[in-house]
């Protein structure tokens, strides 16, 4: 609902959307538009066009907060054994809602993506290669995860509701229709049926965050009642009687081999569900932005970027990386038996000491490395890039709004330690641990997003300059002082044509007095990014993959009690970890940039 | 963090900005811009300059992120007893930052906003005088609690730590400095000392939050010991312990009768004090937005409309909202006192159904109200204002983020009413209050969002441009359309000495063709807007000043639980509060632009 005075984007009666698929507001424009040309009367199509489409976003955004409240009162509710709403009102909801998405999204690849005039122009910041990328490798294990739901419940049909089965049969379609949908659509800018657009892709967003609310629910439960109530069958015995089976007969059990092993894998492919999830509200959330939006002729120029992984570096930073992956593993794995194993306290006290010394190392290495990458920046000549793209500015939002869930986490931490009495060498370990947290989580952020607001090299138009003569230089020259003093990101875009120009003269201008320098600080950036970038994906696979030194270690359940501590961990950790995946995404983009 | 392409404040080498209060990023833009025009160069300023302000928003908002999440978790520990964070930490962490504010405030006014070239402009949307008005009637009143706080701690001085006194004394210094500020700098456009005043604000922002978050927290304990724990006076006793004394000798009891008046005297007052911490928070984030901003010429035609409470309407919507409005202080009342009672179960009951009569009176009165004014604007042909406002998009930002409180509670309770069994009389009224409560927001804000991005009515030219003769005004007309085809909001910014003329014509063709319905449909306009305003007056005053019918009923608390639904309740209701005085303030603009 933010304004935005410079837009590009309107929907002004445009040639092309008053033909075809007779949209009514486009007929009613073209009709108004002609009323006005005939009478003298000023034209009223602009405010009144524009009022209805502040209407269609407004009604999809509206649309898309009470379904999403809907579906986060059920699923918060279902999470409690105490309260009368069951997993499978939840499950019925999202059923419907994935039924409706992919009725809206035939009808998008069929009907609306088909009209005459439909896409106009294609944006190509969304979508990048390696967001989709990552997506269909999320939907593939996804997809496999869905398989084993339905293997585990239909070891017990008989004595299940039938939307348990259900569920995991329309998901998994869900996933393969959305996933198509993403691969073809996520660059489109859709120009007709913007309304019906608005809110079919609304509905997407919600129910993707839908079912990650459900998957992260889901899963903290099951944790919970793994980590906290290992030794109270009983306990464990109701839950599944919850969360599985409706009737408590013998029969109703997994008790078969297969049914575990079904049961285990589906809990040790949740975290790639719930990343699948996140990836396709982000992109969804673009596309709809990207609704009746007019694309600038600037926009095309990254597309000549090529994505070349191994291009001239020392492989310093892959190394490293590579380094702290493996060693990450290796620790989680030990973690993990040691904990788990519960025979002696001193075990778990030395898997704690373990766990940590290796994030303090990595996490230390980590801020130095963005301290490092900043500075660079700081000498860097490189310009803005201050073009509107929606992709960017949610990236950014979620870098900074993602942060906050392990800040908060680690604030709680920090005060439970300062004011605990007993203090132990785990207690100094886990302070450390909670304050460079939040030192890496902030440099970090300071680094990539200085990094997506450069200019992307442009090493191509040296080579096309050199033929250049020197008087046109010196016109494009002027032409870019002239062009920069009202310092407008408008004025640049409205001259789309002559500023591209001008960007590449200023540009030749710097290759050819300082090409040394920029080459040796791109390397470092490089660097830079490629070991955060792998630092990142360890630190993701470690809470993902069930490593919970908040609930190991006793500080701060003793202090703010059993109820308190989970429901903060539990709300907190899962944007903690959307935002290494996250972080991951926007490093790949900073390490192409560079 | 978001990106304005169109924006016409930038921080580049300015005349004035060079001169004076010897600010070095000044200095080293005039050096680097004379190089420039010395050397061939292109200018490498813009760049830079705004690689520091990035820089510098990301550095305020990282300070105000961390001391907000420090605030956050020290307030919410030390809500709970069984928690070792005690009221005087949270106490000590505010006084040390009202503190640094008060300072900060005096140095901005002693120094740098009398830096020559320090206000190059003012932002005539910040700071309205209805909303500085407000914030003056507030912060007497929370002048007023602090002095019954004072007074109420000194009544058992001797056993308490000298925070508690010291706190609400820092808080009144903090309330006087900080309303002479806004009242005196609300519009300044700040163009020296960029950083510092940056954090300065954040920092301001920060303390008015946490201060606001801290009066909630300790009115929900307050509210939570004296409705649900009446008759278990250890519990209060313990309480008290807590939150007032921390000898339980028997001189530290508030036994006097001052003291008692001094206690219920600074309880009632809490809402005056929560409003002004949030008055205040919005209007310094609309000064930290405006820091470094260059103000476009049009800004100022708003400045010629005059607050006129009563011009041309037929008072019914006054008379109205003056119905309502008393009835619902009778109601309250008669709420109050039954509830409080506690002698029989069936005079709670009464007091339910009366309070849920009232309401659902009220708001579906409001509900249809809205539609018919959306309704109203839908027909309204004046053009939309798509101007740099902040203000605005602040207003419209909360508006939709406050309802969120409000939604979520209405949701949960209707999940707990239509999952719970026995559907008697109470319960279905319940529903519907639930219900209407969800339609009343949603329309409402549609109602305000779409008021807000109107065009004020400009009768004044209508007299002005009699004297025009047919020749200049289809100039001008033509000038309009040509105007508004690139549709660009920066395009009409740009052009805006011959765009406000454009309007001037287009209005003037308006008003000679239709100038009856106009006024008819703006005459219905006010009077919709009046009767909201003084209805959103008596919402606010129902739960500001103690009414739950959330704890009251006990259908919600059987259903969620005893720590699940005070959790809910306490953590959405003071965002739902918030909503309605910030209601208020929107309608209030409303009126005055119809």
């Known amino acids: 609902m933010t304004e935005e005075p410079g837009r590009k984007d309107s929907e002004l009666g445009h040639p092309h959307c008053s033909m075809g698929c007779g949209h009514k507001d486009d007929k009613a424009s073209l009709a108004s538009s002609q009323t006005a040309s005939f009478s003298h009367q000023p034209p009223s199509t602009p405010a009144s066009k524009e009022v209805w489409k502040k209407g269609g976003r407004m009604f999809s955004i509206l649309l898309a907060v009470h379904l999403a409240l809907l579906a986060c009162t059920l699923v918060s509710s279902g999470a409690f054994e105490k309260i009368a709403v069951h997993d499978y009102d939840v499950f019925f909801l999202l059923t419907v809602m994935m039924l409706i998405v992919i009725i809206w999204i035939i009808f998008y690849l069929a009907g609306t993506s088909r009209c005459p005039g439909a896409i106009l122009g294609k944006d190509s910041h969304a979508g990048p290669i390696w967001l989709r990328g990552g997506l269909i490798l999320f939907a593939i294990f996804s997809l496999v995860m869905d398989v084993f739901k339905i293997g585990y419940y239909s070891s017990f049909y008989s004595c299940l509701s039938a939307i348990k089965i259900i569920y995991p049969i329309v998901q998994a379609i869900f996933v393969v229709v959305q996933t198509y949908f993403l691969w073809v659509s996520a660059k489109d800018c859709i120009h007709v049926h913007l309304n019906v657009t608005r809110c079919g892709l609304m509905l997407t967003l919600t129910t993707n965050l839908a079912v990650w609310m459900s998957a992260v629910t889901d899963e903290s439960v099951h944790k919970a009642h793994s980590k906290l109530k290992k030794n109270m069958t009983e306990e464990i015995f109701r839950w599944l009687l919850k969360v599985g089976m409706r009737s408590s007969s013998e029969e109703c059990n997994c008790n078969s081999q297969i049914c575990q092993i079904f049961k285990n894998g589906y809990f040790w492919l949740y975290p790639f569900n719930i990343e699948y999830s996140l990836f396709a509200s982000a992109m969804v959330y673009v596309m709809w932005k990207n609704v009746g939006r007019f694309i600038d002729h600037h926009s095309h120029h990254i597309q000549r970027l090529k994505f070349r992984l191994f ?284």
């Not at 989580?441 to 050199?466: A, C, M, W």
């Not at 200023?506 to 490629?530: C, G, H, Q, Y």
């Open 311 to 594: 291009r001239r570096t020392f492989f310093v930073g892959i190394m490293l990386g590579l380094i702290i992956l493996v060693s990450g593993l290796g620790v989680l794995i030990l973690y993990e038996v040691q904990v788990n194993s519960r025979t002696e306290s001193s075990k778990k006290s030395q898997a704690l000491t373990m766990y940590y010394i290796f994030n303090i190392v990595c996490l230390s290495l980590m801020s130095l490395v963005c301290i490092g990458g900043s500075v660079i920046y700081r000498f860097d000549k490189r310009d803005m890039d201050r073009h509107k793209n929606p992709t960017r500015t949610l990236d950014v939002a979620l870098l900074m709004g993602a942060a906050l869930g392990q800040y908060a986490i680690s604030y709680y931490s920090i005060v439970a330690i300062v004011a605990s009495t007993p203090r132990d060498t785990i207690s100094a370990l886990n302070l450390t641990y909670a304050l460079l947290m939040i030192a890496q989580h902030t440099f970090q952020n300071v680094f990539i997003i200085e990094g997506l607001h450069r200019q992307p090299p442009k090493e191509d138009y040296k080579h096309e300059s050199h033929q250049k003569d020197l008087c046109g230089l010196t016109f494009v020259n002027i032409n870019a002082v002239s062009l920069r003093v009202p310092d407008t990101g408008s004025a640049l875009a409205a001259g789309a044509a002559s500023g591209t120009e001008a960007m590449h003269a200023s540009d030749l201008v710097r290759s050819l007095t300082a090409p040394k320098k920029m080459n040796w600080r791109r390397k470092f950036l490089r660097e830079i990014s490629m070991f955060l970038l792998l630092s990142n994906i360890i630190l993701w696979i470690m809470p993902a993959f069930g490593a919970r030194p908040q609930f190991d270690n006793d500080t701060e359940l003793n202090f703010y009690g059993d109820s308190m501590w989970p429901a903060i961990v539990d709300i907190c950790l899962p944007f903690g970890i959307f935002y290494r995946m996250h972080a991951v995404a926007s490093l790949l983009e900073v390490y192409i940039m560079s």
